[in-house]
């Protein structure tokens, strides 16, 4: 199961490097955007250095050891319409996407930036 998230206005930057910090602390998901996409280090599908994932998320936070290995998504699947995308370990339950919904809106509010979020 994916959530898909479709961002309106400026700044899409802050906006997706804001999503990338709410996924270091879900631990329920991993993630794909278009930076990770046009990263050749981390969109390899493989086994990923432990030492790239700490230097492409180091401007939003530090991703425990542990997480290297289940942030990126290993589906890699085209973003088509969307600008970045949280995938499900399992399915959430209504609380689980609840409180998923609530960080990213306290993530995305300071930026000004309305979203879409669909997910499926």
């Known amino acids: 199961m994916k959530s898909y998230v ?3 206005g ?3 930057l802050k906006a997706i490097k804001a999503l990338e910090k709410v996924a270091i ?3 329920e998901v ?3 955007d278009a930076f990770i996409s046009y990263s050749p280090k981390l969109s390899t599908y493989g086994d ?3 030492m790239d994932i700490q230097e492409y998320f180091s401007t939003v936070g530090e991703v425990p050891r542990k997480r290297c290995g289940t942030i990126i998504s290993k589906s890699g699947e085209e973003l088509g319409d969307y ?3 949280f995938e499900w ?3 959430p339950s ?3 996407l609840n409180n998923f919904i609530e960080k990213i809106d306290e993530a995305l509010q300071p930026l000004g930036v309305n979203y879409t979020l669909t997910t499926k």
Do not use: S, V
């Open 25 to 27: 602390g879900f631990p």
């Open 89 to 91: 370990f399992k399915k």
């Open 48 to 50: 990923i250095n432990y």
């Open 30 to 32: 991993c993630i794909w």
């Open 83 to 85: 600008d970045f995308y």
């Open 6 to 8: 479709k961002i309106f």
């Open 94 to 96: 209504m609380d689980e």
């Open 10 to 12: 400026p700044p899409l």
